[in-house]
């Protein structure tokens, strides 16, 4: 058989081998002519979303799972003659995997949003007196 170009594997001392170290300049490479968006963008990406468009997210996102566990349920009850039983169970299983999606998107956009001021703020009852 042929070798391969550029086959020489890192050493196994820790240190980056050719192999590596080209690997690594191929990628960046690419990554600067594709530009690809790095953590930086996509967190200023949450910042800008509108309630409108956080809201929007957050259904899809809920009603995806819910559809895709409804799904996979009724599939699988028309293959495995079980129906209703897992049907119920995997809609089950999209609920619980929703609310698990919204609570993550939730806490990734608080992350990225700025902390609010005290402009921002609004007067609670209590604070009155």
Known sequence: MAESRGTKRPSSDGKPGPLTSDLAARIKRAQVEADVPGDADIAATNRDM????????????????????????????????????????????????????????TAEM????????????????AEDE
């Open 50 to 105: 509108s309630g409108l468009s956080r809201g929007l997210r957050l259904g899809s996102e809920f009603i995806a799972a819910i559809l895709v566990g409804a799904g996979l349920g009724y599939l699988l009850d028309l293959w495995l003659k079980t129906s209703p039983w897992l049907l119920l169970v995997m809609l089950l299983v999209g609920f619980a995997a929703g609310v698990l999606n919204v609570v993550r998107s």
């Open 110 to 125: 608080n992350r990225a949003a700025p902390p609010p001021t005290d402009a921002m703020r609004v007067p609670d009852d």
